[in-house]
Each structure stands twice: as structure tokens, then as C-alpha cells.
């Protein structure tokens, strides 16, 4: 299972972006998917989740900011950030946990993929 996070660009103080996360691959399913990010000499931490049944969370610095969504027709992943901040300079990369194809419509051996990341830089 391969993932593909794009739409990380500079934008100014205030502005608004949305990243995107197209999953490619054969599997049964996908129970999670999740925004996590890194800015220079920090740790990776979540952003955003969002689960199977449609449920979220978001982290408390971008709540109420930062929306997650999700499009399974597509097998596609959405993170929608507004009035973004230079403290949201960071590397975004996108995360899913599920499971592998088992035999006939059963499922198989869980996975959890990360794609490569996408560049987002606030200026102030």
C-alpha cells in the first residue's frame, strides 16, 4: 500500500491550504488515517485522525483551524487548514492503518503505511 501526500506550498500568515493523500494498492481495508507533521529539530506528532466510521480528532493547537476528511470512493485523504500560522511550518505526512487482502473477502495481515511528506511553509 503506497501513499502520496501532496499540496504543501509557502503561504503567508492567515492563509489557507489543503493537503491531499491518495492511497494506491491492493487491500481489504482501512480502519484509520491520519495528518502528522515535523518541523526542523522537532519530533513527529499527530495532527489530525479520522477513523473508518467518520470519527475525528484533531490536536489542540490547530483544533477548530484544521479539518480532516476523507473520501473513500476514491481512497483519498484531505487535511483542510485555515488561518495557518509560522508555528505550522513543518513537513505533513500522511499515515494509514488497515488490513492487507486475506483469502476470498477476508482480511489478511494489518499495514501501516506513511507517504513521503509534503513541505508546508508559513511566512509570518
Known amino acids: 500500500v503506497q501513499l502520496q501526500a501532496s499540496g504543501g506550498r509557502l503561504v503567508q500568515a492567515g492563509g489557507s491550504l489543503r493537503l491531499s493523500c491518495a492511497i494506491s494498492?491492493?487491500?481489504?481495508?482501512?480502519?484509520?488515517m491520519a495528518w502528522y507533521r515535523q518541523a526542523p529539530g522537532k519530533e513527529r506528532g499527530l495532527v489530525a485522525r479520522?477513523?473508518?466510521?467518520?470519527?475525528?480528532e484533531e490536536a489542540a493547537s490547530v483544533k477548530d483551524r484544521f479539518t480532516i476528511s476523507r473520501d473513500s470512493a476514491d481512497n483519498t485523504m484531505n487535511l483542510h487548514m485555515n488561518n495557518l500560522k509560522p508555528e505550522d511550518t513543518a513537513v505533513y505526512y500522511c499515515?494509514?492503518?488497515?488490513?492487507?487482502?486475506?483469502?476470498?473477502?477476508?482480511?489478511?495481515?494489518?499495514?501501516?503505511?506513511w507517504g513521503q511528506g509534503t513541505l508546508v511553509t508559513v511566512s509570518s
Open positions: 499515515n494509514a492503518f488497515g488490513f492487507l487482502q486475506g483469502k476470498g473477502w477476508s482480511p489478511g495481515r494489518s499495514f501501516h503505511s
Open positions: 494498492g491492493t487491500f481489504h481495508s482501512i480502519k484509520t
Open positions: 479520522i477513523t473508518s466510521e467518520g470519527n475525528t
